[in-house]
């Protein structure tokens, strides 16, 4: 059972959400009786008082003297000449960061690399689509139409962002990148950047800088002898495109690697007729089918309910009670007959398949998991071979074959790399030198109280946030965590570091109920 309350303090508003176990339950030990019991208490700043989201404007501008565009392009003036905060990438992290800080009148610019919003997804695998439900991936403050489809198309997902770009009034600069090295000066809390913009050098003096570059670094080949010797075609998965061209129909194709991208890559060169396609798998991978994790995820965001109601419930749960929630829940499926056949014709495959919940997955690894939509029955009816060793690498490459470290080989035409990608901290250091990055931390994967680390709340450099993870995540950060804490620098409530003024030693972390890293959040009853 849970409950939820709002209340006004001396600052503003607050938002609490209490949740009690009937011990009667089987999840709850017998030692603590029959009494009913706080199992997590949790509490938000909504916003400060006086300091409100702005909302909807009236759409008439100076007693209907002036146009839209000249409004629009002199706030776009003022922004562009000195923006408080600089989001690097315009991905969906990026732009929602951009949009709550709108709403906030924290003037924002926003860098993207590339010459359109929307291109860094058009870049990818065409048959990808987002395995996560429309409720779940939805932008801050502009929903999807009733007709949206329940999973979302690659190039489907590009065009509304850009569209939402366009929406939400975003100063925008595109073709641009952050020049190497920012520095940050201490005595007046700004950054000095240089960006290139088109080819242009442009000089900024920000006070915060958010990276919402993704959660992961660039693409990752394993050094491996004979990537110059190999006559046929070497390419990481983040480069496949598509067999669809039949570019690949009278190929041999291996592919390295067993996860989401090695999945969705076999599956669709098997389906365009390649005449062999070979899946290797290195180590252990949880496999969910589609209905699994949409059970899942229909639980926590379901398509009735308000989101914005959706994702402060299930912020409430603290993320060690979230994934050992999803393991029980998976379990129970899994007895009750929900992928059986799917996992049995893996495994008699000589697939190896990693037994836990996929979901937590991503919160701890980013990889290690495959959510299956057609795959499994390619390898089942042998259209994907499958090379499953526990440990095997591509011990070298020769003229027209992929040699393994067991002594084993196989010929092919297209190496296909599906290894994942660099750790995002090293490609960033490129950008902003060893030394900050190593200050600011690490970013993702959990930390020791179970939460993700560095995300939407202070690093261990003033003035630098990091803004990763998907669409939830960004919903749910830039609001309690990003968007408040520099709200309440710039209000005199923290200092530049995102520590209590006047409280030595004490860092908030966005959460009301987390001050130091320790948390007030009660995960067994008391």
């Known amino acids: ?223 491996t002898p004979g990537l110059d010797v190999f006559r046929g075609e070497i390419l990481h998965s983040s480069a496949f495109p598509g067999a669809g061209s039949r570019a690949f129909a009278d190929k041999r194709v291996v592919v390295i690697g067993s996860g989401n991208s090695a999945a969705d890559i076999c599956q669709d060169l098997a389906m365009h007729g390649t005449p062999e396609v070979t899946m290797v798998q290195r180590s252990p991978t949880v496999v969910a089918s589609a209905e699994m994790v949409t059970r899942l995820l229909n639980m926590a965001w379901p398509d009735k309910v308000p989101l914005e109601l959706s994702d402060f419930k299930a912020d409430a749960i603290p993320l060690k009670v979230v994934n050992q929630l999803h393991e029980d829940l998976t379990q129970k499926w899994w007895s009750e007959g929900l992928d059986r056949e799917l996992l049995q014709c893996l495994k008699e495959n000589g697939f190896m398949v990693d037994m836990r919940a996929l979901i937590p997955m991503v919160t701890a690894r980013l990889g290690g998991y495959w959510l299956d939509v057609g795959c499994a029955e390619m390898v089942s009816c042998g259209k994907v071979k499958l090379k499953a060793v526990p440990g095997i690498e591509v011990a070298k490459l020769t003229e027209n074959t992929v040699h393994f470290t067991d002594g084993s080989s196989s010929e092919a035409d297209v190496v296909i790399f599906a290894t994942g990608y660099e750790n995002m901290r090293d490609v960033l250091k490129k950008t902003f030198g060893e030394e900050i990055i190593t200050k600011a931390g690490p970013v993702w994967g959990l930390d020791e109280e179970g939460e993700i680390r560095n995300a939407y709340r202070p690093t261990g450099h003033p003035g630098l946030w990091y803004a990763p993870g998907d669409f939830q995540n960004a919903r749910v950060g830039t609001k309690q965590l990003v968007s408040l804490l520099i709200q309440a620098i710039q209000l005199g409530h923290l200092d530049q570091s995102g520590m209590l003024n006047g409280v030595n030693g004490h860092r908030c972390n966005g959460k009301v109920n987390r001050v130091n890293g320790h948390t007030n959040e009660i995960v067994s009853p008391v």
Request: glycine share 8%.
């Open 1 to 223: 059972m849970s409950s939820s309350s709002t209340a006004l303090n001396g600052h503003g508003l607050n938002g609490h959400v209490d949740r009690e176990v009937d011990n009667a339950t089987e999840s709850v030990p017998e030692i603590y009786g029959r009494e009913w019991k706080a199992f997590t208490v949790y509490t938000m700043l909504d916003s400060f008082k006086g300091h409100e989201e702005s909302g909807p404007e009236t759409g008439v501008y100076g007693g209907h003297t002036l146009a839209w565009s000249d409004v629009r392009e002199d706030r776009k003036k003022m922004v562009e000449e000195n923006p408080h905060v600089l989001v690097i990438g315009g991905g969906q992290c990026g732009l929602m960061v951009a949009a709550r800080f709108k709403q906030l009148r924290i003037s924002t610019l926003v860098l993207e690399k590339n010459n359109r919003i929307g291109n860094q997804w058009r870049s990818r695998y065409p048959t990808l689509t987002l395995h996560t439900t429309r409720t779940h991936h939805t932008m801050l403050y502009q929903p999807y139409p009733s007709t949206w489809p329940m999973y979302t198309p690659r190039d489907k997902v590009a065009d509304w962002l850009e569209s939402y770009a366009i929406g939400q009034d975003l100063v925008i600069w595109t073709h641009s990148q952050l020049m190497p090295t920012p520095r940050y000066d201490p005595s007046t809390r700004r950054w000095t950047v240089t960006i290139n913009r088109a080819g242009t050098s442009v000089t900024l003096h920000p006070s915060h800088i958010v990276l919402a570059t993704g959660t992961l670094g660039g693409p990752k080949i394993p050094p």
